[in-house]
């Protein structure tokens, strides 16, 4: 038995994903992939990198996050790695250097994780996915994710950002971080204003 029943026939495809994403991905998994799929390709510059993995990357970075996959206690990047790694790449035309690129990508991907990207494509991936901490959409996610609790969700906006503020190394990502640094500062002094001070 293999991933969502038997597949011996045909290989899973990237359509698979997406749907498999959309339907395990709880309503927010699917626009997060779109979103850091646009923004790879508006940080790339001129990298050159394997665009078929990268893709792969992104639908399977936050699998471990899933409810249908995670593991109490285990970290959801690791966690997306193992199922990337056991259920999902062997069911895909991917030679090994591919495959271990995915893999690499998923595990690093996390802002949290300190080691360096070990290739092109986990820069890109890890990138593109701190710009989505940020700005209005970070805002929104912060609070998304509750409790219905707003200064708890201040914080968790202020953790991240300071995490993630000096992290960028690719220009275009260095300029997007800026302006969505300052959108994100904006709404936390509206949310600030309009809260009477109380937060």
């Known amino acids: 038995m293999t991933l969502y029943g038997a597949r011996t026939m045909n290989a899973l495809t990237v359509a698979d994903l997406e749907a498999m994403t959309l339907a395990d991905g709880e309503g927010w998994a699917l626009p997060h992939v779109r979103r850091l799929l646009r923004l790879i390709q508006e940080i790339v510059a001129d990298l050159a990198y394997d665009a078929h993995a990268l893709t792969i990357a992104a639908y399977l970075h936050d699998w471990g996050a899933f409810p249908r996959y995670r593991q109490p206690g285990v970290d959801h990047a690791l966690r997306s790695r193992q199922i990337a790694e056991a259920e999902v790449l062997p069911l895909m035309d991917l030679d090994s250097a ?64 300071d995490a993630l503020q000096d992290r960028f190394t690719l220009p275009r990502a260095r300029e997007l971080a800026a302006t969505r640094l300052a959108r994100l500062a904006q709404c936390l002094d509206w949310l600030q204003e309009e809260s009477l001070g109380e937060l």
Not at 98 to 124: M, V
Not at 151 to 157: F, K, L, N, S, Y
């Open 98 to 161: 591919q495959a271990a690129l995915i893999l690499d990508a998923i595990e690093r991907h996390d802002y949290r994780d300190p080691r360096p990207a070990p290739s092109t494509e986990a820069l890109l991936l890890r990138e593109a996915d701190f710009l989505d901490f940020l700005g209005a959409i970070g805002f929104a996610r912060a609070f998304a994710e509750g409790p219905n609790d707003l200064a708890t969700c201040c914080r968790r906006i202020l953790s991240r950002r």
